[in-house]
């Protein structure tokens, strides 16, 4: 389409995983095209079962777009908890600590998304409360600026200076 996405981009957005199976099987090449924002289908994924099949078949689960996000960095900042879970118990593991080109670490962004639920898992799951993004805030001083008192509670709680 005229934002270069595949099929399988397109297979992905829905709740069931038997388009993008067919998508897979009959062409596994999918899996690592690029649409227009360097999104691979994997970070347009919308269910965690059509995510662990895209995983099964070697998606990159580190793969960034060109602003430097992963799937982890947008599912943070969407607050979608469901999926991030999904990305955290996988195999193999996101890595938590890499910063993207503007808002920092995947726990930037779920400051940024607001979910509590997903500030948690990424803490619980070992991301660093302490890393800065490239203007020099931490998470806690993301969740300052916008007034999210409870989730400061909770970085401060684990360890943020």
């Not at 005229?2 to 596994?28: C, D, F, P, Y």
């Not at 948690?120 to 001083?141: E, F, I, V, W, Y």
Request: aromatic content about 4%; charged content about 15%.
């Amino acid at each position: 389409d005229s934002q270069k996405r595949t099929i399988l981009h397109m297979a992905v957005t829905g709740s069931s995983s038997l388009a993008a199976k067919w998508a897979l099987e009959s062409n596994s090449g999918l899996l690592e095209v690029e649409d227009n924002m360097g999104r691979t289908p994997l970070h347009n994924c919308d269910s965690p079962r059509t995510l662990q099949l895209l995983l099964k078949y070697g998606a990159n689960i580190n793969y960034t777009d060109k602003f430097g996000m992963t799937t982890l960095h947008h599912k943070c900042l969407q607050a979608q908890a469901e999926l991030v879970q999904a990305l955290l118990s996988s195999s193999p593991k996101p890595d938590l600590n890499l910063r993207n080109n503007s808002y920092g670490t995947p726990l930037h962004c779920a400051v940024i998304g607001g979910s509590i639920d997903v500030v948690l898992a990424l803490l619980n799951a070992g991301a660093s409360p302490n890393l800065r993004d490239k203007l020099g805030n931490t998470p806690a001083h993301i969740a300052a600026r916008l007034n999210r008192p409870t989730i400061m509670r909770i970085l401060i709680k684990h360890g943020a200076d």
